[in-house]
């Protein structure tokens, strides 16, 4: 279910097939468009788009929101105030299920994107 509450699957929105400027500059052997995507691609991967690079990020946010002594309140103590069982399955935990669950996540969606742009054809 989508976060609108209708019934459809919520990962059909990788077709670069419905954006009629990707299809075309893709589709088109003069572009170049695939080779340079798959190049730049493969920088980022080398250099940003790193799973624990980018779950670092995550861990320093969680770091900053620790509660600071002698200040009864900060956004971290305000969240858990208000949804004190916020998740299922240890995803309420913010030591454990939070960032286990985004870091398995990032390397999900990284994995799936290595697959889908290396694998546009090349002319």
């Not at 019934?7 to 400027?21: E, G």
């Not at 939070?98 to 994995?111: F, P, S, T």
């Amino acid at each position: 279910m989508r976060w609108d509450g209708s019934p459809y699957s919520r990962t059909d929105w990788w077709d670069p097939q419905k954006n009629n400027l990707i299809r075309r500059l893709s589709e088109l052997p003069a572009t170049g468009f695939n080779s340079i995507a798959k190049t730049r691609w493969s920088d980022l991967r080398a250099t940003l788009v790193i799973p624990e690079a980018l779950l670092g990020r995550f861990e320093s946010y969680r770091d900053k929101s620790v509660p600071i002594p002698f200040i009864s309140e900060n956004a971290r103590s305000r969240n858990f105030a208000r949804w004190p069982e916020s998740g299922g399955s240890g995803v309420n935990n913010p030591e454990i299920g939070e960032l286990e669950y985004i870091g398995n996540w990032i390397a999900d969606r990284i994995d799936f994107l290595d697959t889908q742009i290396m694998a546009q054809p090349e002319f």
